[in-house]
Nanobody, 124 residues
């Protein structure tokens, strides 16, 4: 059974930083791309960032480019999302997900397993 568990969310002031973690079990670390998505109240889930199976390639949504960094440690089967210079508009529930795609998928339908989400709240 594949499970993804996020951690690291919380409340932070604008300009601050948070690091999210996503630990995966039941799936070989090099067999999936890992993505992060977020969903704010009243809005659709949106793509944030993705990292390739090997960790050698990444892709970001424009609004987080230069502020967020996605990474992974395949030895620990864990992915990370370092979020710096946070803004109130980054407030959302953040989800990690795994995809069997070989590329850098940004569409939610390309992901087959999802975590339960972790709340990130940025105060102004």
């Amino acid at each position: 059974q594949v499970q993804l568990v996020e951690s690291g969310g919380g409340l932070v002031q604008a300009g601050g930083s948070l690091r999210l973690s996503c630990t995966v079990s039941g799936r070989t670390s090099s067999s999936y791309a890992m993505g992060w998505f977020r969903q704010a109240p009243g809005k659709e889930r949106e793509f944030v960032a993705v990292i390739s199976r090997s960790g050698g390639s990444t892709y970001y949504e424009n609004s987080v480019k230069g502020r967020f960094t996605i990474s992974r440690d395949n030895a620990k089967n864990t992915g990370y999302l370092q979020m710096n210079s946070l803004k109130p508009e980054d407030t959302a529930v953040y989800y990690c997900a795994s995809s069997s795609d070989y590329g850098l998928p940004s569409l939610a339908r390309r992901y087959d397993y999802w975590g339960q989400g972790t709340q990130v709240t940025v105060s102004s």
